[in-house]
């Protein structure tokens, strides 16, 4: 089990719908909500909030928004403006507008950055610099900024950013470039969707070449945005359970590199949640398997999450400007219906030319993080520092919750990752690997110690049914109720179910198996009484006195067989002759088996017993 993971919440006043952290510091998130156009009162604002410290979140600033318009749907942190950060903010506009045609949903703010000189009271300023449309249809009323996505930021590099329509009759999605200055962004394009986009990222590749992905429901495409700009190809396309006639629906989609995208996806009626890591192709469009995405590792989630709501990703090694990706850890975190955060770790693996996605562990559930539906997750950037750090790092996730109105930040900690390749003595070194300190569960593993568990809970199982059934134990599971008399073995001379005399350390042993006398006529008397009540085949007692038994004490109780010739003579205690009654009388006292004449024979009903050699050779002499 994970040890605790700090964490700290603050509640806002009005409902939360959007966050994202400030990708030049971890310290800063921007969250946003509202009432929307209704007459409750409940306003519509986005607050910056200082996550810096691990018991108390504060609000470094707030605007409040036109309460005759819709609510913030969607939040982005962008690039720095001078002395501040830009943000940018899916708003629809106003009944009166949108009735005319007119749904400046892209909204572009400027948040002042925090000023030691200037009083705390005051807070930093934030203000609305810029509006505009981005889709070709504003007429539709139902219609919002769904999705909102823009590239992580590259240093010397423009970022491009992506919107995707919701409960639009029309759906689109229109690609756009990051504007830097608080200006409207300018279009790259739009493309028209025969289904809507339930989710997509944007990812850049090259210099000005960005990679698109997204999914509807049950399909996957791809696409590249820059000079070599191509159509967008479906390149995965969710497979039909033949037994069922369904199959799983896309939730969430993130990319891991230009070579690997994760995935989430609920199964039908509620079954679950996988999570799944593809490899995309190389030439999407290409014939045959060259042009498809593959599956290269899925995990499922805990079974009380039936429904994933949301996914967030990070990788802990982001590579620099014109690098390729090479070895890192990603850090995953899908919310559930049930209030839920599960987090996972993924390791991104790079062998000669070869790339890997390998090791996708469950760390652990954060349960019951929000009192109502999680309506937003987003992780902190981490840029991994060039000189190994005796500080201890950390990773911020923070969730909000619609209807609580709550924002959680987690702290996962992290560590430096000692890579024993970096101390070659060959090129400059390495820059630290940070990976999560809280280790991550094989599942394989797991799943392999229940199989052993189990498997050696049964054999024990199916040993003790067997000694019972062979009278070899007394009766825990009532084997010999539920199986045949005939499986019944008999009692041959073997311990417990047997007496020689009433030698010490055979009674001994006799106790320690638990077979020892619980009332008056010992052990035997409770093996007689307990095959009366259990099945109706007669018990037979044998004499075995041997060369060493010179007492001629030692007997044998066997289930009872016509077939065998020494059961043929065997009668019952009231058929006996009195000198063969006397002698059985005799073996059993000295055995301490003998209870008395009353108790005796009333034990002895249904027992048949066997000739005992020297009293039937007085008995002919006679």
């Known amino acids: 089990m994970a040890p605790p993971i700090p964490s700290t919440e603050i509640q806002l006043a009005y409902p939360l719908y959007a966050c994202d952290f400030d990708p030049q510091d971890a310290n800063r998130l921007v969250v946003g909500g509202g009432g929307g156009k209704s007459a409750t009162g409940v306003a519509n604002k986005i607050s910056v909030l200082d996550v810096s410290h691990q018991d108390a979140i504060q609000i470094e600033s707030e605007i409040d ?51 030691k000189t200037k009083a705390k009271a005051a807070g930093p300023k934030m203000a609305e610099l810029s509006r505009s449309a981005l889709f070709s249809s504003t007429k539709d009323a139902n219609t919002y900024q769904r999705v909102l996505r823009i590239s992580q930021p590259v240093q010397g590099s423009n970022q491009v950013g992506a919107v995707a329509t919701g409960d639009a009759k029309d759906a689109q999605i229109a690609v756009f470039d990051v504007p830097a ?20 990222d944007i990812l850049q590749v090259a210099e000005d070449e960005y990679q698109l992905i997204y999914c509807s429901s049950y399909d996957m495409y791809t696409m590249n945005i820059g000079n070599k700009s191509t159509e967008p190809y479906n390149v995965f396309t969710m497979p039909t359970d033949e037994s069922t006639e369904q199959r ?36 999407p469009g290409g014939e045959g398997k060259d042009g498809w995405a593959r599956l290269a590792i899925s995990a499922s989630l805990p079974n009380t999450v039936t429904r994933a709501t949301g996914m967030a ?40 030319d070869i790339t890997l996605i390998v090791n996708l562990h469950p ?29 201890q790092h950390h990773l911020k996730l923070a969730s909000i919750g619609s209807m609580a109105k709550t924002v959680t930040v987690h702290s996962l900690p992290l560590k430096n990752l000692l890579d024993k390749s970096s101390s070659s003595t060959r090129g400059p070194p390495r820059a630290p690997r940070y990976i999560l300190a809280l280790k991550g569960r094989d599942p394989l593993i797991r799943g392999l110690v229940t199989f052993m568990t189990i498997s050696v809970l049964l054999v024990a199982i199916l040993a003790q049914g067997f000694m019972e059934i062979k009278g070899l134990s007394r009766p825990v599971l009532g084997a010999k109720y539920i199986t045949p008399s005939s499986w019944h073995a008999t009692w041959k001379i073997h311990d417990p179910y047997k007496v020689q005399g009433n030698n010490p350390a055979s009674l001994s042993t006799n106790e320690e198996h638990g077979v020892g006398g619980s009332g008056d006529g010992g052990w035997l008397a409770d093996v007689l009484a307990e095959n009366q009540q259990t099945s109706t085949t007669p018990l037979v007692i044998l004499d075995r006195s041997t060369a060493a038994d010179l007492e001629g004490r030692g007997y044998q109780v066997e289930t009872h067989d016509e077939e065998q010739d020494e059961h043929k003579g065997a009668r019952s205690w009231d058929e006996l002759p009195a000198a063969l009654k006397e002698a059985w009388k005799e073996k059993l006292k000295a055995a301490g088996q003998w209870a008395g004449e009353e108790v005796g024979g009333a034990v002895f009903k249904g027992v048949l017993f066997g000739e005992i050699a020297g009293v039937v050779a007085n008995a002919v002499r006679g």
């Open 363 to 391: 760390v652990t559930t954060l349960k019951a993080v929000h009192p109502a539906p999680i309506s937003g997750l987003s992780f902190s950037h981490f840029v991994p520092p060039k000189t190994p750090s005796v500080r």
């Open 181 to 200: 200055t608080g200006s409207a962004p300018k279009s790259r394009g739009r493309l028209d969707l025969e289904k809507e986009a339930v989710d997509l």
């Open 65 to 115: 928004l036109n309460s005759n318009e819709d609510s913030v749907n969607t939040i982005a942190v962008g690039p720095r403006r001078r002395n501040s950060v830009l943000v940018y903010a899916g708003i629809n506009s106003s009944p009166e507008d949108m009735e005319k045609g007119k749904n400046e949903h892209f909204r572009v703010f400027s948040v002042d950055l925090p000023s």
């Open 248 to 283: 799983p629906v896309f939730r969430s989609i993130r990319y891991l590199s230009p070579t690997f995208a994760i995935a989430t996806a609920n199964l039908p009626k509620a079954g679950g949640v996988i999570l799944q890591g593809f490899r995309l192709p190389a030439k």
């Open 313 to 352: 990703v990070r990788n802990l090694s982001p590579p620099t400007s014109g690098h390729k990706q090479g070895d890192a850890q990603f850090v995953i975190a899908v919310s559930g219906q049930d209030s839920s955060i599960t987090i996972y770790t993924l390791d991104h693996q790079v062998l000669g």
